[in-house]
């Protein structure tokens, strides 16, 4: 099993959203990074663990936790025009754009939010703390994957 982190914007497509699929199951889509595609096609596998994460709002963080239950397969909004992702050169007889099914498993206990995770020196060498890494999708080794649900657990509040 590998784990990853997949960051989405809350209010276009938030970890509510997916809880709220019928059996808590959506694909992802929308993914137009060759990077991206290529860790869908050859590293996905149904099984597999990701973190939710939540970006582009006032707190970034990690909101929940979510599993692969799907190999990768033809993104279809690359071939529609009326789809906010239409890609005209994506040819349904060779798809340049993949997608996976995600299912829901759970909110974390509290969001673990970008701040956080960037202070903590044992997620130095993680890839979403790193300068310039832009990626939607990213690994997660699993040293990270446990210590991020420790810290879950941690208590932030202010008792002083």
Do not use: C
């Not at 709220?20 to 860790?39: C, K, L």
């Not at 279809?76 to 498993?105: G, Q």
Request: glycine share 4%; aromatic share 10%.
């Amino acid at each position: 099993m590998a784990y990853w982190l997949m960051k989405s914007e809350p209010d276009v497509y938030g970890i509510d959203h997916l809880a709220a699929e019928p059996d808590g199951t959506e694909h992802w889509d929308g993914i137009r990074n060759y990077q991206v595609r290529n860790m869908f096609r050859d590293q996905f596998q149904p099984g597999d663990q990701a973190f939710f994460y939540h970006s582009n709002t006032k707190v970034p963080g990690i909101v929940g936790i979510m599993e692969v239950v799907s190999e990768a397969y033809p993104d279809h909004t690359a071939f529609d025009p009326d789809e906010k992702y239409y890609d005209p050169k994506s040819d349904p007889d060779n798809p340049r754009w993949l997608m996976v099914d995600v299912r829901y498993i759970r909110h974390l206990d509290r969001i673990i939010p970008l701040s956080e995770l960037k202070a903590d020196p044992a997620l130095s060498e993680m890839r979403l703390v790193q300068r310039g890494n832009r990626l939607s999708v990213m690994p997660v080794s699993e040293s990270e994957w446990d210590h991020i649900l420790e810290m879950e657990q941690r208590d932030t509040s202010d008792n002083g």
